[in-house]
């Protein structure tokens, strides 16, 4: 159980375009889904909150209008990196908690290559 | 503010051998704790947690971890490494009401030595 989703496992684009990430929890309905991105050989770094039906909380200097994240349901939310540049290349990472309190679980993650 | 330390980058333990990965904390509060597991181009993967209770709590695959609250630590166990635990610890922390974000370690690369 508790298993998340998360597509596409891989994405290559050019500079300039924008890239849609979702997160899907298979076997459970989250309300609050969370967005990460990780660095090469570092940690998770908490991008934003997502909060079904209600807009995101962003973390201290992420660029909410760089970073567009949308809840529409229970079960997706999405991360639409917009204009993407080279230094928008990383691993995002989405997790979900079945209810308050709980574990989050993690998706596969996104390795995301601006060329 | 909350934070966690993970003061070794890698480990490196004999197949069969005990294995510890090492965690400290600082919240502001009663403290929830994580551990999860990162293979490679992989999301992590939850071991186990502290909440409440027990200090020692039982988590997946055979691992465990003590909770100590006048050290502020919470270490991760196995009593017999296997070759397969070779990936990457990360310990979390949050704290026990308001908002739920976690934070977490810088991670710890275990290497299980055949």
């Known amino acids: 159980g508790a298993v998340v989703s998360q597509h596409p496992s891989w994405v290559i684009c050019k500079s300039g375009t924008s890239v849609k990430i979702e997160c899907r929890s298979l076997?459970?309905?989250?309300?609050?889904m969370f967005w990460y991105r990780q660095f090469p050989k570092q940690s998770l770094m908490l991008m934003a909150t997502?909060?079904?039906?209600?807009?995101?909380?962003?973390e201290q200097g992420v660029e909410k209008d760089k970073f567009l994240i949308n809840h529409a349901s229970l079960t997706l939310s999405t991360l639409t990196v917009t204009s993407a540049h080279p230094e928008d290349s990383s691993f995002y990472i989405c997790?979900?908690?079945?209810?308050?309190?709980?574990?989050?679980?993690f998706g596969d993650g996104t390795r995301l290559s601006i060329l | 503010a909350q934070s966690v330390a993970q003061p070794e980058d890698q480990v490196n333990v004999a197949e069969g051998n005990p294995l510890t990965v090492k965690c400290t904390y600082s919240?502001?509060?009663?403290?929830?704790l994580f551990w999860y597991v990162q293979y490679p181009n992989r999301g992590l993967q939850f071991l186990l947690k502290?909440?409440?209770?027990?200090?020692l709590v039982k988590g997946s695959y055979g691992f465990e971890a003590e909770f100590n609250k006048s050290q502020t630590s919470f270490h991760l166990k196995k009593p017999s490494a296997l070759v397969s635990d070779s990936a990457l610890y990360f310990c979390?922390?949050?704290?026990?009401?308001?908002?739920?974000?976690?934070?977490f370690g810088t991670g710890t690369r275990l290497t299980i030595i055949p």
């Open positions: 979390a922390v949050r704290v026990n009401f308001g908002n739920e974000k976690l934070t």
């Open positions: 919240v502001s509060g009663n403290p929830y």
């Open positions: 997790s979900a908690r079945v209810a308050a309190g709980q574990p989050q679980h």
């Open positions: 997502s909060n079904e039906g209600s807009k995101a909380t962003y």
């Open positions: 502290y909440i409440t209770g027990d200090n």
């Open positions: 076997d459970f309905q989250a309300t609050t």
